[in-house]
């Protein structure tokens, strides 16, 4: 089955599908976690986000599809400030940004199909997602998405019965089965082997080209965000303290962002 690709209206903001201005967070009054970001993620692409335990990496992407309130600043989603958006209106867009966690935030007691198929449950009317019916298409692109993700001997196991590949792969599946415009990962691979957290950065940069996606990803591993990034931000103390290629980012720029140099 064709997966369908994003509509992808960036190109009416300047090439940007995502704007960041002077975007800051404050989770206890005077303290900042975020100082004032300011960053433009283009239309495609793997965009990694770098940075110490504890500078703000998922505070950031959490702020984008506002799981955690941003302070100050504005975030712009393909020219729309939705940092202002409140209600039904904050839903819709919501459903436009898929997201993939560390921990998968699956539903344990329910079947691979049916934690994909929750993906859509923001489109489907209440009494529908209660009886738990899909429109076919819903079905079939779900069906789509789990083999692409390499699950079709598993779509009706339960995801307690999973791998932990296998639950990230789940993951993958629901965050593009809502058909999203932009798809942020937090730490998607920290609690899998490096085997299998190659194969799971390998799934989401290829998915997020075929759908013509930008992604972004928080990761601790360097390595693997060199390989499977296009860009990289490098984050210190709640600041971008580096914004380039991976071929760019040098030992020097390691040094600075994790401090010394005796773990290199
Ligand atoms: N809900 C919260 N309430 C209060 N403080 C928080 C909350 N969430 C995060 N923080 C604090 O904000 C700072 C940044 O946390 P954040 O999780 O964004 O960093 P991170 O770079 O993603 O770290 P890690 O790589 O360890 O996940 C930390 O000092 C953290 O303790």
């Not at 931000?233 to 994790?258: C, N, Q, R, T």
Request: proline letters at 4%; aromatic letters at 6%.
């Amino acid at each position: 089955m064709p997966i369908t690709e994003a509509s992808n209206g960036a190109a009416q903001h300047g090439g940007a599908a995502l704007v960041l201005q002077k975007l800051t967070k404050e989770y206890t009054r005077s303290n900042p976690v975020l100082r004032g970001i300011d960053l433009s993620v283009a239309a495609r692409g793997v965009t990694a986000v770098i940075g110490p335990s504890g500078t703000g990496k998922s505070t950031l992407i959490r702020c984008i599809n506002r799981l955690v309130e941003p302070t100050s600043g504005r975030v712009l989603f393909h020219g729309e400030d939705i940092t202002t958006l409140k209600g039904q209106a904050l839903r819709r867009t919501r459903r436009r940004i898929g997201m993939i966690f560390q921990e998968y935030n699956l539903v344990e007691r329910l079947s691979v199909m049916e934690n994909v198929l929750s993906g859509r449950l923001g489109y489907v009317p209440v009494w529908r997602a209660w009886l738990r019916k899909f429109p076919r298409e819903d079905v079939e692109r779900a069906f789509g998405l789990i083999e692409r993700v390499g699950l079709a001997d598993h779509y009706s196991k339960r995801a307690d019965a999973l791998s932990g590949g296998q639950r990230q792969r789940v993951g993958i599946a629901r965050a593009l089965a809502q058909r999203p415009e932009l798809l942020l990962a937090d730490e998607p691979t920290s609690s899998l082997d490096p085997r299998t957290s190659v194969e799971i950065m390998e799934l989401i940069s290829e998915l997020g080209a075929e759908m013509n996606l930008p992604v972004i990803v928080n990761i601790h591993n360097v390595e693997l965000a060199r390989r499977y990034a296009q860009r990289i931000i490098g984050m210190k103390d709640g600041a971008i303290v580096f914004d380039g290629k991976p071929g760019d980012l040098v030992e020097s720029h390691l040094k600075f962002i994790y401090g010394g140099e005796d773990w290199l």
